[in-house]
């Protein structure tokens, strides 16, 4: 479908209109966070927002969810339990859209998840571009996340009083059809777009002193520095960092019986490799007991372990493990310290 361009004020009654007829999740200003949220107007959502406390990714992966429901009477029955709800997630940066891709790949492509593909399908993904840095936590540009080509079914670019629209779905192009106003974009339109492109490279700079490609190699030869010492004596081992990041997937399983102790739910919950129980074994035994594995164990599987799976980073660069921290453990500085920055105790 040809690029589309649409007044703000047409787009936002849009938003309107779908939030009165379905789900529509959007940032929304929660004190000085923000938050994806359910809205009934599109005066809620807060525009230029900073990524929120927690990534839209946690709608597809919920903290807590029902995988089936069984009972016992004459005979085991077993029933599994898929829930989605056709849902608009409105205002996706690009971190986050990289972010969902990965996901997609592990849950979809990988695993086939029937939980996650079935959220997956239901939703419909507004993307909007950022053209200046959030702020001094992300390095999005270093992790190559700063654009995105794919994983949305609309991307909007700030022109000023109207949105440059891209479409790259069925769903897009319906969601734009059915927007008062929207004209196809011309020569002006795209020149401005790239002009705003070129406003926005100017803006990001690289953070990281080693290329993101060069991240693996530069983990694998890292095993023994004393680095990790350091940011374990440091490491809370609260699991922040994992609650809030986009690409984090640990989950646990388990059991939950009724009180007649003969139906009940396997549900799956959040989990964190940064526990210490998380490693545990039922002899008692943890395998990453030391914090300061837990902690060399995140950083190897943000930059290491996952791009060797899926041949994509496990970080996106939104910085939201950084903002989390309690004691201000930033990967920027971990990263640039390993590339040969002095360590410090």
Known sequence: MIDRVVAKTDLIRSIDRLAHEQSVFAPVANGPQFSFKVISSAE?????????????????????????????????????????????????RPCDLHALELLDAIFVDDKDDGHYRARREAAFFVGIECLEPCDDHCFCESMGSLRADSGFDVLLTDLGDTYYVRVESTKGRDFVLAVDGAHEAVYEDRTRLRKAHEGRD?????????????????????????????????????????????????????????????SGERVRTWDSCQLEEFAMVGTGESFRKPREMRVKHRFNRKGRYIFERYGRMGCVGCGRCARACLVDIDPVE????LKGRPVER
């Open 44 to 92: 809620e959502v807060a525009e230029g927002y900073l990524p929120t406390a927690l990534p839209p990714s946690k709608h597809l992966l919920p903290p807590r969810e029902a995988l089936l429901r069984f009972a016992w009477h004459d005979e085991l029955a077993v029933e599994p339990v898929i829930e989605a709800t056709e849902t608009v997630a409105f205002g996706l």
């Open 202 to 262: 100017a803006a990001f700079t690289p953070r990281l002193d080693v290329a993101m490609e060069h991240l693996p190699a530069l983990l694998a030869e890292s095993s023994d520095s004393l680095l990790w010492d350091v940011l374990g004596e440091k490491c809370l081992s609260c699991g922040a960092c994992t609650n809030v990041c986009p690409t984090c997937y640990c989950f646990d399983v388990r059991d939950e019986l009724n009180l007649d102790m003969k």
């Open 334 to 337: 971990v990263f640039n310290q």
